[in-house]
């Protein structure tokens, strides 16, 4: 149980176009997912939280409107890099915290996303 | 994050156990867990422990933690190449994570 996917695993795009990255949840309801960003032999960094219906609310120091996040089910949020460049090259990680049972702060994470903009 | 220390590098021989340390600052945090990423994948749920409780254990995982000093610890028994990985210690707060930098455990024969 709490498995959560990650679609594509890995993309490679020009600077100047958007990337989306899907993440869901497959046997669970997620009521929130999170995005994280990590760079090489780092940390995750929470980039935002995303919250399905409303809006995603964001760390501080990550750009919103380059950043779209979208939560449109209980199962499916969105990540849409616009306008990327190559700064925003990096393996980005969603996670989902379970919206029944269990211990409901415990997030289970996606595979990664490996982005490389050239 | 800064809230979460870990030492970086831990090198074992395959069977013996590993110890894995974590310090945290934030006293009111609910649960603490211990999360396994092996290269280019995403991030295993190991074990988690409650703020109340002071030990976990797990098969071959055993979780000590010492809440008066913000202490936590990861022991693997008879350590196997598979467990090779980085290891983050990971506290939640109002259900957040704020991680650990990640300690990466090599095991040698």
């Known amino acids: 149980g709490a498995v959560v996917s990650q679609h594509p695993s890995r993309v490679i795009c020009k600077s100047g176009t958007s990337v989306k990255i899907e993440c869901r949840s497959l046997d669970f309801q997620a009521t929130t997912m999170f995005w994280y960003r990590q760079f090489p032999k780092q940390s995750l960094m929470l980039m935002a939280t995303?919250?399905?219906?409303?809006?995603?609310?964001?760390e501080q120091g990550v750009e919103k409107d380059k950043f779209l996040i979208n939560h449109a089910s209980l199962t499916l949020s969105t990540l849409t890099v616009t306008s990327a460049h190559p700064e925003d090259s990096s393996f980005y990680i969603c996670?989902?915290?379970?919206?029944?049972?269990?211990?409901?702060?415990?997030?289970?994470f996606g595979p990664g996303t490996r982005l490389l903009v050239l | 994050g800064e809230d979460v220390e870990q030492s970086l590098f831990l090198s074992v021989r395959e069977g013996d156990s590993s110890v894995i340390n974590c310090t945290y600052t934030d006293s009111s945090s609910t649960y603490l867990y211990w999360y396994k990423q092996e290269p280019g994948a995403g991030l295993q749920l190991l074990t988690y422990?409650?703020?109340?409780?002071d030990m976990k254990q797990d098969q071959r995982l055993t979780v000590l933690l010492n809440k008066k000093d913000k202490h936590l610890s990861l022991r693997i028994a008879d350590t196997q190449t598979g467990d090779s990985a980085i290891y983050f210690c990971a506290e939640s707060n109002d259900y957040k994570l704020s991680f650990g930098a990640g300690t990466t455990v090599t095991v040698r024969a």
């Open positions: 422990i409650f703020s109340n409780m």
């Open positions: 995303s919250n399905e219906g409303s809006k995603a609310t964001y």
């Open positions: 996670s989902a915290r379970s919206s029944w049972g269990g211990i409901q702060e415990t997030q289970y």
